[in-house]
């Protein structure tokens, strides 16, 4: 039979998902759990004075209130996500003396239910004696306002890469300044998850991205040994970065758990989420561009402080993956690179889609574009000038990533000929010409990212049962990838049996004895590749059991992917099959993969975003986006074309819509989805995507991530694209969200 990889192949997960039948973490709450409600900081930063719980004890139903002078002090600790990030911010699970962030837990009720834990938890009084709050990126780096008393470094991580270049030799030299804000992930599945102890052993449920890493986590704070916990992982409503690790208050549900002899559930409403969940993003970039009027660009420098929020969460370490990428799809001379990550008093910052690559994409594009109006240059052909060509590959950056293949010259064109640049274009001169209100506006996007950043430490396996079906074990925890239908397409296409004959098991840490987080668009590179592996082996192990069959020796039998089959070399007209082989092993077998990565993987792509904004409102509709996303060998169209959907959507948001916004006073103004305005499809246009595969050496599958590659390249084209509609009113930049409010005022200051 041919082979399915590379064929489109319906979800298997979609329809218990659309029919209502997703085993989710709250469905699955025991029916004697406590449940949680957590008191958090309405201040940004205030000293604790006191804290009133009486009332709260007194009411109905209520098993328990603790404050952190309750917690055991060896649990209290939250621990730091990442080693060289400043560990004397780290932050306790209730906070003690001091409160750094509006929803900052600060005292957990726990009563028999979920609405007699929020009604208690509204009836504690905290005594708060505020201090001045920091939300300014450029006042934490001064330390005007100190978050940190007594320790000896203010700022949250550093990291550099090259060299601070000159530009007393450029022709042309373009400073700027941009703002690359927050967003909030915003998964339809808020954080929840419940803890019980049984046996000695802690079991949590919860929804994350890295079942591995929260068991890792709770055994640190817990001082339990891998035998003790077990973590479970059912379906999972999204994440987006967001679920990276266990919060402080997931953490504490196992000590609340113990210390009431019950299962501890808990599960935040959708404001809390806004106020508490990681967001993304969050930069101040200066950037400077130098080069010559014949459109060649000589030097780039960027300089970032990134916004870490009130304690260190992944957001910190982020600027080390804009390092990775900061001179993009371009063959720049001289580049340097400088980034610090400093605390504010918001919400701790983690990771969204792309986590660090969107933004470097955005700085450079938008750079690229302005050097390109400073040289009255077409920015296709100054893009053209720069790329690094197809024959340097592979090809080493100033930052020390080796890029392993890619053709960015045959990317922008394949997408300038799909969009019908030259017509745009035209179209463009005629309605300038006419004075047209409508301004259409025409983007760009080169990009290059990163993706398999951590390639080892996963988990796969194979297990050929008696009945002949098997089993596809990994460590992933998917939420929204697809892994059910990939992992048995991968197992299916190797071994050549029926889709139907593979089933994918994970979902627990029992299930795998390590495992990495499902992120950075890893997992069918490296998890993918260790399932084919593991297939290739297990036909290996079998292969004397199927010559015995034969009458035949080992060394003459073949194994026929194609037929599903073994035979003797040449001789394909008798064979047998895999129901045979697994009858005749006696038990089933089982074998785990040791494949290892051969590195980072590099997709790339061109976008191309055609705006209309209307002069009179400011407001923007993006009528199209064509797209080639190159992300190596597609293992299935439907589910790789899925991702990138989702990734643009990520990336128009960002440039259009979407900002968790604070106040001067570090007051959280998004707090709900009336004031955060979600991307919908009703802002959206239908994609035109672009078929392209430039597969990688360094896995087995030539797969590179595509799980964020939208949202890498669509951000800045869609930002260049309302930008360039702007051009006749002399407007040269504009930060996002272009919002029809910052759209219309820039219009009227500079018309």
């Not at 009563?111 to 920091?134: E, K």
């Not at 891998?226 to 999204?238: A, K």
């Not at 969940?277 to 200066?286: K, N």
Request: glycine letters at 10%; charged letters at 20%; proline letters at 6%.
């Amino acid at each position: 039979m041919p082979s399915i990889l590379g064929h489109p192949v319906l979800r298997r997960e979609d329809p218990r998902f659309l029919t209502g039948q997703g085993a989710f973490v709250a469905n699955l709450v025991p029916p004697d759990a406590a449940h949680v409600a957590y008191v958090t900081s309405t201040v940004p930063h205030a000293r604790l004075r006191a804290v009133d719980v009486t009332d709260a004890v007194a009411a109905p139903g209520v098993l328990g209130v603790f404050a952190a002078a309750d917690v055991d002090p060896e649990v209290l600790v939250y621990p730091p996500p990442f080693p060289g990030m400043n560990d004397q911010m780290a932050r306790t699970m209730l906070a003690q003396e001091v409160v750094r962030y509006v929803g900052e837990p600060v005292v957990a009720v726990v009563a028999d239910d979920p609405v007699r834990a929020a009604d208690a938890a509204d009836v504690v009084v905290v005594d708060y004696d505020p201090l001045s709050p920091l939300v300014d990126l450029e006042a934490s780096l001064r330390q005007d306002v100190v978050l940190f008393d007594g320790i000896e470094e203010q700022t949250v991580y550093r990291c550099a890469a090259g060299e601070l270049p000159e530009f007393d030799d450029c022709e042309v030299v373009v400073r700027a300044r941009f703002h690359n804000q927050r967003m909030s992930a915003a998964p339809i599945e808020a954080r929840t998850g419940f803890s019980y102890w049984e046996c000695g052993r802690l079991v949590h449920h919860t929804a994350t991205q890295g079942s591995h890493n929260v068991k890792a986590s709770l055994m640190g704070i817990y001082g339990l040994d891998p035998e003790q916990v077990l973590v479970v992982t059912p379906d999972v409503g999204g994440s987006f970065g967001a679920k990276f690790r266990c919060y402080p208050e997931e953490a504490l549900l196992g000590w609340l758990a113990r210390r009431l002899g019950r299962p501890c559930a808990w599960a935040e409403t959708r404001t809390q989420s806004m106020t508490g969940l990681g967001s993304g993003r969050g930069q101040i970039q200066d950037v400077v561009v130098g080069g010559t009027r014949d459109g060649r660009i000589a030097a780039y420098q960027l300089d970032v402080i990134q916004d870490s929020g009130a304690y260190p969460l992944i957001a910190g370490f982020l600027p080390r993956m804009t390092m990775a990428m900061f001179t993009g799809v371009y063959d720049i001379g001289r580049a340097g690179y400088e980034a610090v990550s400093v605390p504010t008093s918001t919400t701790p910052n983690g990771a969204f889609r792309g986590a660090g690559r969107p933004e470097a994409s955005a700085a450079i594009e938008r750079a690229v574009d302005m050097f390109a109006a400073e040289v009255e240059m077409d920015p296709a052909e100054v893009r053209r000038r720069n790329f690094i060509g197809p024959e340097a590959f592979p090809h080493t950056t100033v930052s020390g990533v080796s890029y392993d293949s890619g053709d960015y010259a045959k990317a922008l064109a394949v997408a300038l000929e799909a969009a019908g640049y030259d017509d745009l274009r035209a179209e463009q001169t005629a309605r300038r010409v006419d004075g047209s209100a409508s301004l259409l506006g025409i983007g760009l996007s080169t990009y290059v990212e990163v993706t398999a950043t951590t390639g080892a430490g996963d988990f796969a396996s194979v297990e050929l049962g008696t009945d002949g079906t098997v089993k596809a074990v990994t460590s992933s925890t998917p939420h929204g990838q697809g892994h059910e239908t990939v992992w048995p397409m991968i197992v299916a296409d190797a071994l050549g049996i029926d889709l139907d004959r593979v089933i994918s098991v994970g979902g627990d840490t029992d299930c795998t004895p390590r495992g990495q987080v499902t992120g950075g668009s890893r997992s069918a590179q490296i998890v993918g590749s260790m399932l084919f592996d593991a297939s290739q082996k297990l036909v290996a192990q079998v292969l004397p059991v199927a010559a015995d069959l034969l009458e035949a020796s080992a060394a003459d039998v073949v194994h026929d992917s194609a037929g599903g089959c073994f035979h003797v070399a040449g001789t394909p007209a008798v064979s047998v099959g895999w129901a045979a082989v697994a009858a005749a092993l006696g038990g089933p077998v089982t074998v785990e993969s040791d494949f290892e990565s051969g590195g980072q993987t590099f997709p790339f792509g061109a976008h191309v975003a055609v705006v209309e904004v209307d002069a009179e409102t400011g407001r923007t509709e993006l009528v199209r986006l064509v797209a080639v996303d190159d992300a190596g060998t597609v293992l299935n169209p439907l589910i790789f074309e899925g991702q990138i959907h989702g990734g643009i959507a990520g990336g128009v948001a960002q440039a259009l819509l979407e900002e968790l916004a604070f106040d001067a006073e570090a007051n959280p103004l998004t707090t709900n989805f009336a004031d955060y305005p979600v991307i919908s499809a009703a802002e959206l246009p239908s994609f035109e995507l672009v078929r392209s595969e430039t597969p990688t050496d360094r896995n087995l599958l030539g797969a590179k991530g595509v799980g964020e590659s939208g949202t890498v390249g669509a951000t800045a084209a869609v930002q260049n694209a309302v930008i360039d509609a702007l051009a006749p009113f002399g407007i040269r930049h504009l930060d996002m969200p272009l919002t029809p409010e910052r759209v219309w005022k820039a219009i009227q200051n500079h018309g």
